[in-house]
Structures are given as C-alpha cells and as structure tokens.
C-alpha cells in the first residue's frame, strides 16, 4: 500500500476535534503478517483512549470504538447519513451504489427488492445447492491432503453460488472479485473512475439483455420491480447490481477464512463440533460475533453533540462492526471463542434499516460448511512454516491460508 | 408490565414481563428465547421475528398492515394465524398474550 496513491493523504486536525481524541490510524494500512487482524483493531479500544478517536488519514474521520455507539449509530439515520459509505469521501463520488447509499424514505422500495430477493424462504430454498457445490469443492481436494483454502473453497462457495442466483457464468469471478477488491481493499492500481466503469462495462449490457428477456433470476426480479410506483431507471439498476454483486463476492468469503484460520490452530473447537454437530448452529452465532470484519462511515447530518463529543455537520465516523462483538463493556473475555456463550447484540451485520440483508444466506452457507467439511476432514493445521495473509480494508479477509490434513 | 407467554419450537413456554409500548419481538430477543431472531431491529425488512398468534388472541390485535403482509410472504411456514412479532405492540389489552414460534426462521 503505497503512501504515495492519492488515497492516503492526511488532512488537518478541524477545530473541534479535542487533541487526546487523535491517533494515527490508516483504514487502508497492511500490518506486518504476525499481527492478529482482531486484536490489531480492539487495539482502538486500548485503555485510556477516548470512545470516538480522529485520525487525519483517509481525508479525516472520526472512528466509534465502543459497541453500544457503532449499533446506535448503524441503527439511528436521522443523525447519521448513508449518503458516504467509502473513504477517503471522494471515492463516493466515483462509485455510487444502491441501496447502501440512499436514506430512508428513498431507501425503502429498492431495499424491498432486496428483502425479496434473500428472504428466509429463499435461502431455505437455495440448502440443497449450497450443500451440493460445498461437498463437490472439498471432495475435489481431499484425498490430496493439502488445499490453499482461500482460493480453492472460500471464494468459490460464495462467489458461485452467488452468481448462480443472479445467473452470471461462474467463470466471471476472477474479473467481479478484482473489481470488487478494488473497492473495498483498494491498493491504488486503478482509480475509482476505472472501478466503477469495469462493473459498469460488464454490467450494463446483461442488465439491458434482461429487460428484454427476463429470466427468474436476481437481478430479473430487481429490474421487474417498481419504485415508488415507476419502474427502475437503468442507472439505478446498475448501481442496485453492482452493489449486490460487491457485498456477494467478498464478505462470507472472509468470515470463512478466518473462521477456518481459528479452527485450523484451536483443536479443543474443532472437536467439540466433530463430537456434536448440533452445537455448529450456536457456533455459527458465536463466529459472527468473534469475527466481524466490515467498517463503513456514516456521515454527521447536523452539528451535535453525542455521548459527549462535538460532532459538525459533514462529519465522517468510520463505524467497525468488529469492535461490537469484541467490546468488554458488551461480553465478557470477547476474544475467547465460546460456543455456549449467550449472545446478545452485535453490529456484525450492521443495525437499522441497512443491516446486512445477506445475513441468513451468510448462516446457512457457514452451517452447511462445517457440516460438511468436518465430517470430511475433521482434522487439519496450517500448514508447517506457513503464515496466513490477511488483508485489511473496508473488508477484512484472508487470502492465503494453506491449510494440510491426513487424507 | 404487561404478561406475554412465548412458546419455542420445543414446546417451552417462557413467561415474560414484557414493559408496555416494547414489541413482542422486542420482548423476546431481550430475553435470549431461542427460535426468534428480529435481525433488521423491527424495521420490517427480514421477517425473521415470526410467530404464531394464539387463535384467542388474535382478535384483540389490530390486523397487519399492508407493509408487514409483504414482508411476511418471505417467512418460511407462515399460517393464517402469523404474524411478524416486531409488529405487535405489548399493551394492556393483551396482557397475558401467547405467542408460538416456528421451527425455524429460515
């Protein structure tokens, strides 16, 4: 990550912002690859440091450290606009998406398409594929022994099964997941102009083929449905697709490599789900807790003051959902890993009106997983000499994580 | 406070203080009853707060809106008696109300 990239200008500390409330912190920074990408960010909860902290890298923002304000503020948009949800705050103009970006009242009707799109009873519907495609892709590896989990199972589950339901050919990932790190792990190779023109160019003339012939897939149904009464302008249904797309190819993919990563160097969890399969329910729940890996802005609407802090108008807040589930005010010892732990709040998925609408397709592709790979592979480790990469971002993920078992 | 009785899928019953003007849907999480998930906060956005409502009470409640019988279209094993939970509102009048929950939310 070059600091050299117009991204990572550092901007002037702003009148209001109180000198104890700045530290040096870049969204975008790669730590060294000893560093545990959860414990690099609860470090904003270090002892002594105020609950909102301002760094002037990425343009200058505020980040919410503490649990109970990053799901207010999620969960609160009269005080807290959508409007911005990249850094540095001109990426926003380059890359526009929808919903994401919109406030209610205009939010509504697009998210409605969404709603119905990844309802409890379509995820119900979509088990039989997920185990079908979670079984072909391990047993295609297993009797060798050895995989590069990232790239060999967890961008391929997801990422195919997604674009299954938006019918986009398997074969596409390679360009939609470059595209889509580009805007949430951006390392300065492409403008965000050229971002947004490469979904652009690959999105559009599907989009205007399935006006014409419609099919039953996704991206139909969005494009059948009316807004407020019209139909969908082209325009919108871009940048709907687009960020459907982004949020399809790179979140689940991460919650899995660095839920596997734990797996791979904690037996005692392994076996207690070997042993009983009922508690992978549970766990899936205390893994979405111990393992968030998304952090978003929101943007200040009015002068204010909150829980203490004087906020101005335009303001930004890089709001981490991984410090929710990792807050000692919220859970006791949060970086233990606790399959019987009772689980409350969390901002894993967001809160309020944008919460992550992708979360029971989330759970059910992570339950079947470890249906079926630990009754496949009930024992594996990293592999000897071998560090795992984890790239930091918008989006937390892991990108190399070679994983060896008996076969 | 006003009573309001869940059972879960199991047949527990867990009885509940609920505060009056909290939702039903509100009520439970609070709790931790497992088989009712309210993920988008009440907002009606991922019907994953359903529930049966016991055929006694069911007239005592105001009718769902037009908004909550779209969204419960997305819920699985929906019956003529569901209803999305984030949706009722724990007053007096039905003090000591019955909720069912599904198997499953999804």
Redesign the interface.
């Known amino acids: 990550m070059a600091e050299a990239t117009e991204l990572f200008r550092k901007s002037d500390v702003p009148a209001h912002v109180p000198a104890e409330c700045v530290i040096d912190f870049d969204l975008f920074a790669q730590p060294a690859p000893e560093e545990d990408f959860f414990e690099y960010w609860k470090k904003l909860q270090g002892e002594g440091r105020p609950d909102f902290v301002w760094t002037p890298y990425n343009g200058g923002h505020w980040i919410a450290t503490r649990g109970e304000d990053i799901h207010t503020i999620y969960?609160d948009h009269d005080l807290f606009s959508s409007r911005n949800i990249l850094l540095p705050v001109e990426r926003n103009e380059a890359i526009r998406v929808l919903p994401t970006s919109l406030d209610p009242p205009e939010h509504r009707p697009f998210?409605?398409l969404i709603?119905?799109g990844l309802?409890?009873?379509?995820?119900?519907g979509l088990e039989p594929s997920i185990r079908e495609l979670t079984v072909s892709l391990i047993e295609a590896f297993r009797a060798r022994g050895h995989c590069e989990f990232a790239s060999e199972f967890a961008e391929l589950l997801p990422i195919s099964l997604f674009l299954k339901m938006v019918n986009l050919p398997v074969e596409d990932r390679i360009k939609l997941k470059a595209l889509s790190e580009q805007v949430n792990r951006p390392d300065g190779s492409m403008t965000p102009e050229e971002v947004n023109q490469g979904f652009y160019d690959y999105l559009m003339p599907v989009l205007l083929e399935r006006r014409k012939n419609p099919g039953d897939d996704l991206f139909s149904q969005f494009l059948a449905g009316s807004i407020d009464g019209r139909p969908m302008t082209d325009g919108e249904a871009f940048e709907l697709c687009m960020q459907v797309l982004i949020a399809g190819l790179d979140t689940v993919v991460s919650v899995l490599g660095f839920l596997m990563m734990f797996l791979a160097r904690n037996p005692d969890h392994r076996r207690q789900l070997v042993a009983d399969p009922a508690m992978i329910p549970p766990a899936v729940e205390e893994f979405l807790r111990r393992f968030p890996l998304v952090a978003i802005p929101r943007t200040v609407i009015r002068d204010m003051e909150f829980q203490g802090v004087t906020f101005k108008e335009g303001d930004l807040i890089l709001v981490p959902t991984m410090l929710h589930g990792l807050d000692d005010r919220a859970y006791q010892c949060p970086l233990d890993v606790d399959f019987n732990r009772?689980?409350?709040i969390h901002s894993t998925?967001g809160?309020?009106?944008h919460?992550c609408?992708g979360?029971?397709l989330a759970?059910?592709e992570l339950r079947i997983f470890l249906e079926e790979w630990l009754s496949r592979i009930p024992d594996f480790d990293i592999a000897p000499g071998r560090t795992p990469k984890v790239l930091y971002g918008i989006v937390g993920t892991v990108v190399d994580l070679p994983l060896v078992w008996q076969a | 406070m006003v009573k309001l009785i869940v059972i879960d899928a199991s047949g527990a019953e867990h009885i509940l203080d609920a505060e009056a003007g909290r939702s039903v849907m509100k009520a439970a999480t609070d709790a931790l009853i497992p088989g009712i998930m309210g993920e988008c906060g009440g907002c009606l956005s991922c019907a994953t707060c359903h529930g049966y409502v016991d055929e006694a009470w069911a007239p005592r409640l105001a009718p769902p809106s037009e908004e909550e019988q779209d969204m419960l279209s997305c819920a699985v094993d929906v019956l003529p008696c569901s209803r999305l939970t984030c949706q009722i509102e724990m007053t007096a009048e039905v003090d000591g109300l019955v909720i069912r929950l599904p198997e499953a939310q999804f």
């Open positions: 969960a998210r409605n709603n119905h309802s409890p009873k379509v995820v119900r009772r689980i409350g998925f809160a309020g009106v919460r609408p979360s029971l759970r059910a």
